[in-house]
């Protein structure tokens, strides 16, 4: 069975501080994808990011940044110089990549809420 | 706008009534899922189509639940003889699996509050 954890429920910073959002997953698949997603009050999940499981690089995306280490299964979002805009729920996710008829259906971790204060 | 479309955006019914949600997904996915949220926790699988087929029904999903894509387009969601507790976010997405193509669109969801 697949699970991940976000042991994190909820942050609070300043703007213009970084935040790291923690990720530990946990799958017997050896292929899967790891997923972080964004829920703003809207409600509507805004994709973030995809990794592959082989593929261990770190990824920086303007103020965005993950770390993926397989050694610990976790896949950790960091972000730079927060801004008030980035307040929202951070999900982090899961789903086995077993060719085009696996379920791929996502497993997710129960959300981290980030407040930025101004 | 091509995103996942879902309506409506909020349901209020009596307890014992039945709702339907639909959802739209982008036009050429193949996939469609549906999860549902409650306060607090990440989305949980409910279901999911490849095409019209449904191809797997979470233990989630009571009798009182049905899903149809019955053309492969759109997506019907019905709960019967609503409860209380099926008070959540119900939210749909899509996606284009072949081969690598696999993150998932999400619509803005279908709150349902059942009073």
């Known amino acids: 069975a697949q699970k991940v954890t976000q042991a994190q429920t909820e942050i609070s910073v300043v703007e213009k501080e970084d935040v790291t959002l923690d990720c530990v997953y946990e799958?017997?698949?050896?292929?899967?994808?790891l997923f972080w997603y964004k829920q703003p009050p809207s409600g509507e999940l805004v994709f973030l990011i995809r990794r592959n499981s082989f593929d261990e690089q770190n990824e920086i995306s303007g103020r965005y940044s993950w770390n993926f280490q397989k050694s610990t299964s976790s896949f950790n979002f960091t972000i730079t110089a927060s801004q008030v805009v980035d307040s929202a729920v951070y999900l982090c996710?899961?789903?086995?990549?077993?060719?085009?008829?696996?379920?791929?259906?996502?497993?997710f971790g129960s959300g981290t809420r980030l407040q930025v204060q101004p | 706008d091509t995103g996942v479309s879902q309506n409506p955006r909020h349901k209020i019914t009596k307890r014992g009534q039945n709702v339907t949600f639909r959802c739209d997904p982008i036009?050429?996915?193949?996939?469609l899922y549906w999860y549902r949220q409650t306060l607090g926790q990440g989305p949980e699988f409910l279901t999911y189509f490849q095409n019209e087929a449904q191809l797997e029904k979470s233990r989630l999903l009571s009798d009182r639940f049905s899903a149809e894509r019955p053309k492969g387009s759109f997506s019907t969601l019905e709960i019967q003889r609503t409860e209380q507790g099926d008070s959540a976010m119900y939210l749909c997405a899509s996606s284009l699996t072949r081969g690598e193509n696999t993150e998932a669109f999400f619509g803005q969801g279908t709150r349902l509050t059942v009073v």
């Open positions: 036009s050429e996915h193949n996939r």
């Open positions: 996710a899961l789903s086995e990549a077993r060719g085009d008829t696996g379920r791929r259906a996502l497993t």
């Open positions: 799958t017997r698949d050896t292929t899967y994808y």
